[in-house]
């Protein structure tokens, strides 16, 4: 079936610490990732993406890995901030000539002063 | 540079009445595309439109739920006779007509729905 989930519902983080948000999926066929944060009633926001011929990514602060042999997804968010404060979901492209991304449950992340 | 944009950003809504809900894409996009988030949750896909044409509608439930995308003006999700178990937020996204399965989709904010 169709699954993209997250170890941890909740992570917390002291202000300037690094953050690891972590998301399994169960296709192997998914050939595209992508990370969304999502404030309080907002829309999601593009972070970044991935293709699966990558292993690592790294943007303005944030990495994210893909290890595609236990189909595993990180994002890692250097000198975290409280702007970093919302819910973060990992999202699938499972190739194949669909357009739609299958999005994982989230993981809300809050920095703490 | 406006983005993706929907209205109304909340619909209150009696059960039975119909819920119309209106997506502009950001200027230069032919793709839009409508996903349904239930609180603490992630979002459903449920249709890909291009211009006058329904791509995908694998995620649309079969019934009362309908989606538009015309020549001219915005995309519209309407659903029919509403029930409490259609409050949710739906988000509309857009993307660059590339073609390609990887182009990004860029989100509107939203608009949330409640059925009293």
């Known amino acids: 079936g169709e699954s993209v989930g997250l170890h941890l519902p909740t992570l917390s983080v002291q202000e300037g610490d690094n953050s690891i948000i972590n998301c399994a999926y169960s296709?192997?066929?998914?050939?595209?990732f992508i990370w969304y944060k999502q404030e309080s009633g907002k829309g999601p926001q593009f972070i970044i993406d991935?293709?699966?011929?990558?292993d690592k990514r790294q943007g303005q602060r944030v990495t994210v890995l893909l290890n595609k042999t236990v189909k595993h997804l990180s994002l890692q968010i250097a000198a975290t901030q409280p702007g970093d404060s919302a819910v973060y979901f990992c999202?699938?492209?499972?190739?194949?000539?669909?357009?739609?991304?299958?999005f994982g449950t989230g993981t809300r992340l809050k920095v703490l002063a | 540079n406006a983005g993706v944009m929907q209205n109304p950003r909340h619909l209150v809504r009696r059960r039975g009445q119909e819920a119309r809900l209106r997506c502009s894409p950001m200027?230069?996009?032919?793709?839009v595309y409508w996903y349904r988030q239930l609180p603490e949750e992630g979002l459903k896909f449920m249709v890909y439109?291009?211009?006058?044409?329904?791509?995908?509608e694998s995620g649309m439930p079969k019934e009362r739920f309908s989606a538009e995308f015309p020549k001219e003006g915005p995309s519209i999700l309407r659903i029919q006779q509403v029930v409490r178990g259609d409050s949710a937020a739906y988000f509309c996204?857009?993307?660059?007509?590339?073609?390609?399965?990887?182009?990004?989709?860029?989100f509107g904010p939203g608009t949330r729905l409640l059925v009293l």
């Open positions: 996204a857009s993307s660059p007509p590339g073609g390609g399965r990887e182009e990004t989709q860029y």
């Open positions: 296709n192997s066929a998914s050939d595209y």
């Open positions: 991935i293709r699966s011929n990558m």
């Open positions: 999202a699938e492209n499972r190739g194949s000539g669909t357009y739609k991304y299958i």
């Open positions: 200027k230069g996009h032919s793709h």
């Open positions: 439109l291009q211009k006058e044409n329904i791509i995908d």
